[in-house]
Structures are given as structure tokens and as C-alpha cells.
């Protein structure tokens, strides 16, 4: 049985996220008009901060926010126009209260900069730190914690996939290092879905447990994201749309959290959370008081 690694992660606007055998459930909040599975639900500022609050009701723990599409073939959004979408979602969200901490997912150092000062307490990076180089002073001036993800397109083919993720993330921990990011402040996402075949995919998942081990203490491997919600790995097994995909993200939220996962990016609430308590019960046993 996979044990999950315990770790407490300092956020810059004060508390910390406390990661461990606990799955944190992160609700996803797209406040554009394109993306692949709610394009157009909550681009509008009433609507992002009504679904936030519904997802933070259902049991979201973190709300993620993004303001650009990274789907195949989605039109580049500019920084002005990513900030204007994003910063009013975030200041509106402070200014009624919330305490769940939220993340921004960009890849855009002054938008990440700019939502850190309106709020938001984690970078979401999807080039894993290793695309802007401004990036990783940005996280370390504020000290928010980075999500950084795996997408390498020029990736080795002929070599095996863990280790081409292993060596990308190795880079993403040096230019933290270089940067002053502590290494307990990185939480890694393999990225499920950018530049892998569908069977990359379920070789990854299959590996879960192997992530995170690269750091130079492997007894404390480093927390682990996973965001499969509705996407293609999915719809082209089952043959299915984004909406009809509920049950095979939980199938591969609950693999991944039986492998060792701490973070699920998620867009049904509910649902997700409930299957996750369900492994936790079943891995770890149900909390005492139920008898």
C-alpha cells in the first residue's frame, strides 16, 4: 500500500496547505471563453464568483483560477487581457471573504505577479517554471508555492517517459534552487494530457507512485498534482464528450490518490470528493467516531 507523504506549505498571505493523506480537492474556475469543457460558463465576473462559491460549498479546497485556454488550437491571450479577466475574479472572491487559498494558473510572470498582490497565494505554472525565466523570482519574491507542470514537447521519444519526466523535473527544481525557491515549496504535476499519446497517459498514471522521488531525500518524496478532469485520455477510451466524462475522472483521481496523489484539479466537486474519502476510508480506515 502507498503511504502518502505529509507536507506543510507555507502561503504568503499567511496559514499554510497541508498536504497529506487528505485529498485536497481543487476546483476549477476558467473565466474564459474557450476553454475545452466550460468555454463561456464563467467569463463573466457575477458567474466566476457564484461557481467558486458553489464549488467552495460542495467542498473545494483550493480555487483555481485561469484566464487562458491551453487546449490545442485556443487563440493566445495578451497579459492585459488575461489580468483583466483574472484580477477581478480574484479581488471579488478576497473582498466577500473566502479563506480557501487560491491559485492562479498562468504561465505569464506579471499576471502571476499581480494576482499574488490581489490574493491569490499559489502559481500554477503549466511550463513548469521553465518557461518565462521571470517566473521563478516572481514566486520567489512572493513566496507563493508553484505547481509546475510537465509539458515538454521536445521530449526524447525513444526514451522511457518516467525518465524524461524525471529529468524535466530535475530542471524545474534547479531553476527553483537558482531562484530561492525552497524545494518544500514545489508541488509537481506530470501533466496529464500535454505533448503524451493516450497511452503515455495511462503509463503515467500507472507510475503515479513512482513521481516525486527525485528530490535528494527520497524518504520525503515532493507532493503531487494530478488534472485529468474531463479530459481527452478519457473521451478517447470511452468515446465520450467532456461532460459525460464524471466517471472516468474519478477512476483515475482514485488510482492516482491510491498511488500516493495529494492535489485533484477537478471540475465536479462532489463527486470527486466523495469517491477520494471513500479510497482514504478504505486505505487509512474511516475516522474514528463512525465506530
Partial sequence: MTMHSTHHIALPHGGRLTLGPTAVVMGILNVTPDSFSDGGQHDMLSSAVAHAQTMLAQGADIIDIGGESTRPGASLVSVQEELDRVIPVIEALIAIG???????????PLVADQAIQAGASIINDVHGLQGAPEMADIAALHRAPVIAMHWDQARDLDKPLLDEVDRYFAETLAIAQRAGIAPDQLILDPGFGFAKSVADNYALLNSFDKLGSI????TSAMPILIGTSRKSMIGRLLGNQPDERLAGTIATNVLAYARGGHIFRVHDIRANRDALRVAQATLYGPPSDLG
Avoid at 473566502?98 to 505569464?108: E, G, Q, R
Avoid at 528530490?215 to 527520497?218: D, E, L, R
Fill in 215 to 218: 528530490t535528494k531525500n527520497p
Fill in 98 to 108: 473566502i479563506t480557501a487559498p487560491i491559485s492562479v494558473d498562468t504561465y505569464k
